[in-house]
C-alpha cells in the first residue's frame, strides 16, 4: 500500500555504502586464543579449550542467552546517526550482518567477538527517526550461551554510544 504522508528517508543501504565501512572487521580471538590466558592458572590449553567449548555447547544446547538493552535519544538527524552508529560498529570491531529499513527508520544487526569475558553476542540497533533533528535508538546486546553478562551487554553498546558521539562531532552535528 502507499502511503503518501510517508517520510522519504535516505536508505540504511545507501547510508552504508556512503560510510564505506564494507567488509574488514575481524573475528576476535578463538578459543585457542583465550585458553591460553588459562596457562596464566596453571590449566593447559588444551583443558582450558576444552572448557570453553563444553560451556559453549552447553549453553547453546539449552538455550541460554542473557540479555541488556539500552535506549539513547541523539540530537541529530536520521541519517547522520545511522552512519555514525555504522561507522562506530566497525570501530568497534562488530560485524555488520544485516541492515533493513523500517516503518519508522531502520534497524541494524552486527556480531560481537568472543572475549575474555563473555560469549559472542548479537547486537540490534532499532533507529527511529523522532524528528529532523531527533533520533532514538534501542539497542539490545544478547549474549549467546551465557546466563549472566556481568555487564557486558551495557559494556558492548555503551562502547557503541560512546563511538557514535565522537563520529558525529566529527561530522559536524
Do not use: C, W
Amino acid at each position: 500500500m502507499h502511503n503518501e504522508t510517508a517520510p522519504s528517508r535516505t536508505k540504511i543501504a545507501d547510508i552504508i555504502r556512503d560510510a564505506g565501512t564494507v567488509g574488514g572487521e575481524e573475528a576476535g580471538p578463538s578459543i585457542g586464543d583465550l585458553a591460553g590466558v588459562g596457562a596464566l592458572f596453571g590449566q593447559s590449553t588444551a583443558m582450558a579449550s576444552a572448557s570453553i567449548a563444553l560451556g559453549e555447547a552447553l549453553g547453546e544446547r539449552f538455550h541460554l542467552h542473557a540479555e541488556g538493552q539500552i535506549e539513547r535519544v541523539f540530537s541529530a538527524p536520521y541519517a547522520t546517526v545511522a552512519r555514525a552508529l555504522v561507522l562506530a560498529l566497525h570501530a568497534n570491531k562488530h560485524r555488520l550482518v544485516s541492515a533493513f529499513d523500517t516503518a519508522t527508520g531502520s534497524a541494524l544487526e552486527a556480531q560481537a567477538a568472543m572475549t575474555l569475558f563473555h560469549n559472542a553476542a548479537t547486537i540490534t540497533l532499532l533507529l527511529a527517526d523522532v524528528d529532523p533533528a531527533t533520533t532514538r535508538v534501542t539497542g539490545r546486546s544478547d549474549l549467546h550461551a551465557q546466563i549472566i553478562d556481568l555487564g557486558a551487554n551495557k559494556q558492548i553498546l555503551n562502547g557503541i554510544y560512546a563511538k557514535a558521539d565522537d563520529y558525529l562531532k566529527l561530522l559536524g552535528t
